[in-house]
């Protein structure tokens, strides 16, 4: 692996060289506008530094390496608290998509290129108020309107589209077919007639993701990006096209060294907290939880490294982490005592106990909420059959609502 | 850093799982619980003619000379079967205890004969329920060694001990013959492990070890034979994971097989998780012997084999329902192991404590 050694290296160095620019003391009590720019410089200097689109064809502005090396940055990344939020759905889901099915392949050359230096913004638009686990039941519509479309419903807990430039979007084109299969996916300006974007807080307090209405929006057909009625096939597709990305065996919050510390420094009876029994327990179980989540990824990588699909394993790292981050931060919060009660609003969740334990709610549904990854565990690893389904092959207009 | 079997490895894990399926029969494993004394010769007589107990010893005394990684996918194997002779993995610690100490002429004498399956050997060390006390009340002193060790794995057959006792105000190792011993066999809830309460009195004795040295040996066998048994575990529960999994995939009620139920569903892709936890620390921890991060690693794999284990016999009986609690179906066969496997090296306590100890550095 001295290649890719050699690689983690370099990204180091790189991201050390820079943290002073936009690590987390640098971004301590930036917020709002200030943060976004903070932001698109971030991205602009990875671009610039061959950081940006890592695995992606030169041709279209990436760096043509393998989606081995784009996971060790990630890794190496992931620490310093850059501001790279912005770029997570824009970079990982929404621009692949356009690079792949995009029908104007000038136009998604600018697109693709303007994304990967942090100037534009792309949002993706699947969740909806009547479902997020359950894609294939959106009610949004997309109906023919002269050689084009035109866009109605509202999409919901859409990340950064109150800063999108563009999104991509799954809308029903046929409620007479069942709901597999009445489906188109297109692109979307943003900043179109029609479209308005509410953003709304979440319980941690912050506000990233947002109300979409689309109002009589048109299309041209060229902004489709599946065929008509296939676009199910397309989403399904794109989810699996940057399937590889790091993931964070701390549940995205504070490490295990931050709980050993806390515990240190906390009494539990008068006694140091790491000398009770409850604490050791909780500790050495977590422990043993990441040791197990980084070893799992370990060997995905030395498959990729080997020309190899990394094993089915790795879907279970964020319905695991995420669990047990919550349960740690609990402790956390209990070792705190009284002086837990503080609220940072700015708070980073991997470094600060109550903005983690305020956050882990929402990643346990964002992206795949636990029961549903239980459930593709379940049917598509182990072969254990489907849920009942009362939806299933009826017309999308004859289902009860 | 983990590793990836290579394809002898792979092999390994497939031979040893074909010839196991070939030879089990749970009418003689059942059987077996209720023989005091007793325990599963087929499987020792296979270990021993398929070269596992040469396996992991070095060559130069009649071993294969291979490691953990190797002997952990055996030991996974049976896990797989609730096969097993107790004298697999504690054999093996013997083996390593005696190598540590570096008593060339013990070595000569009984290591050969531990890879030909001739001689049998296990490890003494718990006392009341301390898996390593600090200061055991077994003493070797001129006289030889005395007191007692309860429930000692393998004891009722095996050839030889070694001890963990005290000798000058120190804690060490000895090597005790079992021939003459007073062994009160422990009519258990898994009789085919063989436990025994060991009774000396003025025993002879060889010292191995004593001190830091002695300590650092003691803990490092146990890490070692807890790596192998964290294998076995973890192929425990990776069968009844299957199990549980074809059972609700056949098994009907109100209209539908049993597995499209969130309850019963769920309760399987959770077993999933948690045995690939439990792989992911086997592999690593078998990876990592001789390092100096090994016992953290050893402690990983134990406590995540053990809950993978406990947690996969728990729902699998309750996924079966009234079959799962009847003697003939079997599965109280995988539960029993779960909890004897689960003693046997330390329990939950101890390598939570141990762990946290290496995790903080912490003085002894």
């Known amino acids: 692996m001295s290649d890719l050694d050699a690689y983690r290296a370099k990204a180091r160095a790189w991201l050390e060289s820079v943290a002073p620019a936009y690590g987390k003391d640098a971004l301590a009590g930036v917020t709002g506008e200030a943060h976004l720019a903070m932001g698109r410089r971030y991205q602009r200097a990875k671009f610039d530094a061959g950081f ?67 100037d534009e913004i792309w949002c993706q638009l699947f969740s909806e108020p009547s479902g997020g686990s359950d894609l294939a039941g959106v009610r949004t519509k997309a109906e023919t309107d002269g050689n084009g479309w035109k866009l109605n419903g509202q999409k919901l807990w859409t990340t950064w589209a109150q800063h999108s430039d563009y999104g991509v979007i799954i809308a029903r084109n046929d409620p007479t077919v069942p709901k597999h299969k009445g489906l188109t996916f297109f692109w979307v300006d943003m900043r179109a007639p029609g479209v ?61 060294d931050a709980v050993i510390d806390l515990a240190r420094h906390s009494e539990v009876a008068g006694r140091p907290a790491i000398e009770d029994g409850r604490v050791r327990s909780t500790i050495a179980r977590s422990y043993a939880l990441r040791a197990g989540l980084e070893a799992i990824t370990t060997r995905a990588m030395k498959l990729m490294d080997a020309g190899m699909e990394p094993g089915p394993e790795g879907s279970i790292n964020k319905l695991m982490s995420a669990r047990s981050n919550q349960r740690i931060c609990e402790m956390a919060i209990d070792l705190m005592g009284p002086q837990g009660l503080a609220w940072d609003r700015d708070g980073w969740p991997k470094a600060d106990w109550v903005s983690s334990w305020l956050s882990v709610p929402t990643l346990r549904i964002a992206g795949g909420a636990d029961e549903m990854l239980l459930n593709t565990i379940a049917e598509k690893i182990l072969g254990l059959p489907q849920d009942h389904r009362p939806d299933k092959g009826v017309p999308f207009n004859q289902i009860p609502a | 850093m983990s590793i990836l079997y290579d394809e002898a490895q792979q092999a390994i894990a497939t031979e040893s799982r074909r010839v196991l399926d070939a030879r089990g029969d749970q009418a003689r494993l059942l059987a077996l619980l209720e023989q005091p004394g007793g325990y599963d010769e087929t499987f020792w007589k296979t270990a021993v003619e398929q070269g596992w107990t040469a396996l992991a010893l070095p060559e130069a005394q009649g071993g294969l000379g291979l490691g953990l990684i190797e002997l952990g996918l055996i030991a996974q194997a049976s896990g797989a079967a609730t096969a097993g002779a107790p004298f697999l993995t504690a054999g093996y ?93 422990i009519d258990s809830f898994d009789n085919g492990r063989l436990y025994a309460d060991l009774l000396f ?164």
């Open chain 1, 52 to 118: 940006a689109g890592i695995n992606w064809d030169p041709e279209w502005g990436g760096q043509g390496l393998s989606p081995l090396h784009k996971v060790i940055f990630e890794q190496e990344e992931m620490p310093f608290g850059m501001p790279m939020g912005y770029y997570g759905v824009s970079l990982g889901i929404s621009v692949p998509v356009v690079m792949r099915f995009a029908q104007d392949r000038a136009w998604a050359k600018e697109r693709v290129l303007a994304a990967l230096k942090g």
């Open chain 2, 201 to 364: 009195a003025d025993a002879p004795a060889t010292l191995l070890l004593e001190g830091g040295a002695a300590r650092d040996a003691a803990r490092d066998a146990l890490a070692r034979m807890a790596v192998v048994t964290a294998h076995e575990q973890l192929g425990g529960a990776e069968a009844l994971m299957f199990i549980a999994r074809d059972y609700a995939n056949t098994r009907k009620a109100f209209g539908q097989a049993i597995g499209a139920f969130q309850s019963v569903k769920h309760r399987i892709a959770e077993i999933y998780g948690l045995v690939e936890i439990a792989r992911a620390n086997c592999i690593h921890a078998a990876s990592r012997e001789g390092e100096p991060d090994f016992l953290r690693a050893a402690a990983a794999a134990r406590l995540s084999a053990t809950e993978a284990y406990d947690t996969a016999a728990r729902d699998t009986v309750q996924i079966h329902g009234g079959i799962g609690v009847t003697w003939e179906g079997g599965l109280h066969l995988h539960m029993r192991r779960a909890r004897s496997l689960a003693t046997e090296q330390g329990n939950m306590f101890f390598w939570e404590d141990l762990l946290v100890e290496e995790l903080t550095g912490a003085a002894e």
């Open chain 1, 196 to 256: 308005e974007v509410r953003p709304f807080r979440l319980a941690a307090g912050d506000s990233h993701v947002n109300e979409v209405f689309f109002d009589d929006v048109k299309l041209t057909d060229g902004q489709r990006l599946s065929p008509v009625g296939g676009g199910f096939g397309t989403a399904m597709a794109t989810l699996m096209i940057e399937r590889y990305s790091a993931s964070d065996p701390n549940g995205f919050g504070p490490p295990l």
């Open chain 2, 93 to 185: 610690g013997a083996a390593r205890l005696l190598l540590a100490s570096g008593n060339a002429e013990l070595t000569a004498r009984w290591l050969p004969k531990l890879a030909a399956g001739e001689a049998l050997a296990t490890f003494a060390f718990a006392e009341g329920n301390a898996p390593l006390p600090d200061r055991p009340r077994c003493v070797l002193d001129e006289r030889g060694l005395a007191g007692e060790k309860p429930g000692v794995v393998a004891g009722l057959k095996a050839d030889f001990a070694v001890v963990w006792c005290m000798h000058r105000g120190e804690p060490a190792l000895a090597l005790v013959e079992l021939a003459d011993a007073s062994r009160q066999a």
